[in-house]
């Protein structure tokens, strides 16, 4: 017999096998942001010692996922790595007595993610609208090496790193070190990059990384001061890249160019790593490094029978309307 219940921490959530699939679908995860002062709503479906929950919070109409501009992705929590359609099915249907709306951003489509809640909430009678929401470019490392790999980037980029990579001395971390990301942070607010959006949980993101050992971390100093940090973590078959930053005062020197290089070396030659993850954003320069673009995804379910959700459903029939017309 399915269990249905509602939990407002992630300490709740304690006594099941839950995966740890992905960097941004752990409880380890949602604590942090639990505790950088979201509060979470989380939806969770159980039967014996499978479960499956959905980490939410209540948002201005409705509730929606429980995320920060950090993740790349949102996905459900599941135990054992297993995706339980009836749990899911029988969670969505007793969210429609808790709330009128549901938004999942941030959602992927190349793992299933987004199929499995369209399908559940849509087949126990939620309206489903499906949007793009944001862009992922990712490389397929495809088997090559890294020496392989480079040939195949734009010349220019080629050309800067053979000009430019002597110019900074790298060091390469998978131990997290106070020192250096004091250096990091400081090198962030010297940068072209909007002020942090919460450095204490990078911080400590950052700490619970490298204690599972997915942490990698590199650093440039020119005449002995430093430059330009990355931050990227080696988790599953694929390569993270969080943040990335430089002096803009350096940005002669390329530093974040050697940077980036000598970390891909890194995961491709020594790590193995099957994908290498630019998170979300069109960043042009992304586009040397990347070759394949995803899209991510905004989810809105929404009860057709309550009255507040009647104007964005009108919306909703008028947009595709338009495309139709517009043989979109």
């Known amino acids: 017999m399915t269990a249905i219940s509602y939990h407002h921490t992630v300490n709740d959530l304690q006594g099941l096998d839950w995966s740890g699939a992905h960097p941004f679908a752990r409880v380890e995860w949602f604590a942090l942001l639990e505790n950088s002062g979201l509060k979470p709503l989380l939806?969770?479906?159980?039967?014996?010692?499978?479960g499956i929950a959905l980490p939410l919070r209540k948002g201005k109409d409705g509730l929606e996922a429980l995320t920060n501009w950090y993740a790349f992705t949102w996905r459900e929590l599941q135990t054992n790595g297993l995706a339980n359609h009836t749990l899911l099915e029988e969670?969505?249907?007793?969210?429609?007595?808790?709330?009128?709306?549901?938004?999942?951003?941030?959602?992927?489509?190349?793992?299933?993610?987004?199929?499995?809640?369209?399908?559940?909430?849509?087949?126990?009678?939620?309206?489903?609208?499906?949007?793009?929401?944001?862009?992922?470019?990712?490389?397929?490392?495809?088997?090559?090496?890294?020496?392989?790999?480079?040939?195949?980037?734009?010349?220019?980029?080629?050309?800067?790193?053979?000009?430019?990579?002597?110019?900074?001395?790298?060091?390469?971390?998978?131990?997290?070190?106070?020192g250096q990301w004091v250096e990091y942070e400081a090198i962030y607010a010297e940068s072209w990059k909007p002020e942090e959006g919460d450095?204490?949980?990078?911080?400590?993101?950052?700490?619970?990384?490298?204690?599972?050992?997915?942490?990698?971390?590199?650093?440039?100093?020119?005449?002995?001061?430093?430059?330009?940090?990355?931050?990227?973590?080696?988790?599953?078959?694929?390569?993270?890249?969080?943040?990335?930053?430089?002096?803009?005062?350096?940005?002669?020197?390329?530093?974040?160019?050697?940077?980036?290089a000598a970390l891909f070396q890194r995961v491709i030659d020594t790590d193995g790593v099957e994908w290498v993850d630019f998170g979300t954003g069109d960043d042009p320069y992304k586009r040397d490094w990347m070759e394949q673009v995803r899209t991510r995804w905004r989810l809105t379910c929404?009860?057709?029978?309550?009255?507040?959700?009647?104007?964005?459903?009108?919306?909703?029939?008028?947009?595709?309307?338009?495309?139709?017309?517009?043989?979109?």
Not at 164 to 170: I, N, S, Y
Request: hydrophobic share 40%; net charge positive; aromatic share 8%.
């Open 199 to 260: 450095p204490v949980l990078l911080r400590n993101f950052a700490i619970n990384e490298s204690e599972a050992g997915r942490y990698r971390f590199a650093i440039a100093h020119h005449d002995g001061a430093p430059v330009a940090a990355q931050f990227w973590t080696v988790d599953g078959g694929t390569a993270y890249i969080h943040k990335l930053a430089h002096r803009t005062d350096a940005q002669k020197l390329s530093p974040g160019t050697t940077l980036t």
């Open 43 to 50: 939806a969770m479906a159980q039967e014996g010692r499978a």
């Open 91 to 178: 969670l969505a249907e007793d969210l429609a007595t808790h709330t009128h709306r549901v938004t999942f951003t941030k959602l992927p489509a190349e793992d299933g993610t987004l199929d499995r809640l369209s399908h559940a909430f849509h087949h126990t009678g939620w309206r489903v609208i499906v949007e793009p929401c944001d862009t992922n470019h990712v490389l397929h490392v495809a088997g090559r090496s890294y020496a392989e790999f480079f040939a195949d980037r734009p010349g220019a980029l080629r050309n800067t790193l053979k000009r430019k990579a002597k110019k900074v001395d790298v060091t390469l971390s998978t131990q997290f070190d106070a």
């Open 302 to 328: 929404l009860r057709a029978g309550s009255p507040l959700n009647w104007p964005y459903i009108a919306k909703a029939e008028i947009r595709k309307l338009v495309s139709r017309s517009n043989g979109v």
